[in-house]
């Protein structure tokens, strides 16, 4: 295509460009470049764009490029002769999804080249063009080696540096099985709502579908072999069915709540385990999430499922806000925290996090753990949980939380639930043939710290 088209014609063309599933892709690297969202809200801002078909296409693209994301950065850097002036990194992102898919997808080496060319001046950079096309080019003719060469430990097993210490430090035993878990495709798992239709018979109901699934480790969850689209699997719509992860599935039984019992689910959204917990009991629960369109999800996921529970948009570590003065037989706590134990589901999470953000998300856990604990009932229990396979924001938070909390003690975890036996809780690992890292650490409250009941 020649370059002399009018002006007017050459901006409907760049319209037209900026619309492609690779632009799209282009658009979203450069801003998890810059850290500007994560890559499922960018993913869903895109992808209500595009067919279907492109949006499997985007997701499979994006998620593949922030798995590889050290490692192609280290090969962008030998293919650049130059490093990128700060206005130009819309180039690095549209050569790592060109290296991305050339190395990786086996997509067809002419489209690739030419569309990431043509994205140049889709991003008002047509000068690239050369430069673009030549570094794709000098990919394909040096692919085998770049992808072989991984001499760094970034490279190698595509975390930051200070993370893959901060994993080595905290497992020495386990630390290379960890990372290899967290670049891995996580399982999709299921749980059934045991109030309408037990695992064994759904499972039949599955595998009549054609869908291969097997039981996970958690009493109502469901692992199957290959993702499956939710509005595909028999049962979902009709409320038999919700996606969580097994480990998660495992927080609501160790709270263990009885019906009747006034429960708090303090970080609740997206809502799995305020669900789960209302289909094990008849409970008086109060969902609380800091985020009023993240309750929307909540809501949704009640309706579906027939349960019902109070919603209230508030911050859980201010219950001035929103706590009426009566006291909690129960607390889930599932804190805010680093993510640490579910990158291989969210591998953006080696990207937005760093040691300064979790020194931060510490204190907030303090601060929740430390609230949430006034408004709990004398013999009440408070079930403290994170994704995160750090012990400072484990062990170590609920050693701290002891020391200043004498009317605090350690309650009896449920014998089944599967993980390595800390000193205060339980820790999961992620795994290939069971869930993601998850923490767990029952509290119990005694003594003469009864919250004081409102007026």
């Known amino acids: 295509m020649g370059w002399d088209l009018p002006v007017e014609s050459l901006s409907k063309w760049w319209a037209l460009m900026s619309k492609t599933v690779r632009a799209r892709a282009v658009e979203i690297i450069f801003a998890l470049q810059n850290q500007r969202s994560n890559l499922d809200g960018l993913l869903a801002k895109h992808g209500k764009q595009v067919s279907d078909q492109d949006r499997k296409f985007l997701q499979s693209l994006c998620y593949g490029i922030t798995r590889q994301w050290y490692h192609l950065s280290a090969i962008e850097a030998q293919l650049i002769d130059k490093p990128l002036k700060p206005r130009d990194l819309i180039l690095g992102a549209i050569v790592r999804c060109g290296i991305y898919e050339l190395g990786w997808m086996r997509s067809k080496e002419h489209a690739v080249v030419t569309e990431y060319v043509d994205a140049t001046v889709v991003e008002g950079r047509p000068w690239a063009r050369g430069l673009v096309n030549a570094v794709l080019r000098n990919f394909i003719r040096h692919r085998a080696e770049l992808k072989m060469e991984r001499h760094q430990a970034e490279t190698l097993w595509n975390h930051p540096s200070w993370l893959i210490e901060r994993i080595q430090s905290a497992w020495p035993e386990r630390w290379e099985g960890i990372l290899v878990e967290n670049n891995a495709h996580p399982p999709m798992t299921l749980r059934v709502n045991q109030r309408l239709v037990s695992r064994e018979t759904q499972i039949e ?48 039984i160790a709270l263990a709540g009885t019906s009747g ?11 799995g385990k305020t669900t789960h917990l209302l289909e094990l ?24 499922l027939g349960l019902r529970a109070q919603l209230k948009a508030a911050d859980a570590s201010q219950p001035d806000t929103w706590w009426d003065g009566i006291p909690f037989d129960g607390i889930l706590l599932d804190a805010p925290c680093s993510a640490t134990g579910v990158i291989r589901r969210h ?13 931060s998300l510490l204190g907030m856990q303090r601060a929740l753990i430390d609230a949430l604990w006034e408004v709990l009932k004398d013999g009440g229990r408070l079930l403290y949980t994170t994704c995160s396979i750090l012990p400072s924001e484990n062990d170590e938070q609920i050693e701290r939380f002891l020391g200043h909390h004498p009317d605090a003690s350690l309650g009896v975890l449920n014998a089944g639930i599967p993980g390595i036996r800390t000193t205060h809780g339980i820790q999961q690992l992620p795994s290939h043939t069971g869930g993601d890292g998850f923490y767990y650490a029952l509290l119990v409250k005694s003594g003469s710290s009864q919250p004081k009941v409102r007026a």
């Open 205 to 252: 109901k599955l595998r009549a579908q054609d869908i291969d699934c097997v039981p996970g480790s958690a009493p109502a969850s469901i692992r199957l072999n290959e993702p499956s689209p939710v509005e595909r699997l028999d049962g979902f719509n009709q409320g038999f069915l919700s996606v969580q992860d097994e480990s998660s599935q495992w927080a609501s």
């Open 347 to 359: 591998p953006d999470i080696r990207l937005m996090r760093s040691e300064a953000a979790i020194k």
């Open 261 to 271: 019992e006034r429960i708090l689910d303090a970080c609740a959204a997206p809502g």
């Open 281 to 304: 009991a008849d409970l008086d629960l109060l969902a609380l999430d800091i985020s009023e369109r993240r309750l929307t999800k909540i809501t949704e996921n009640l309706v579906r």
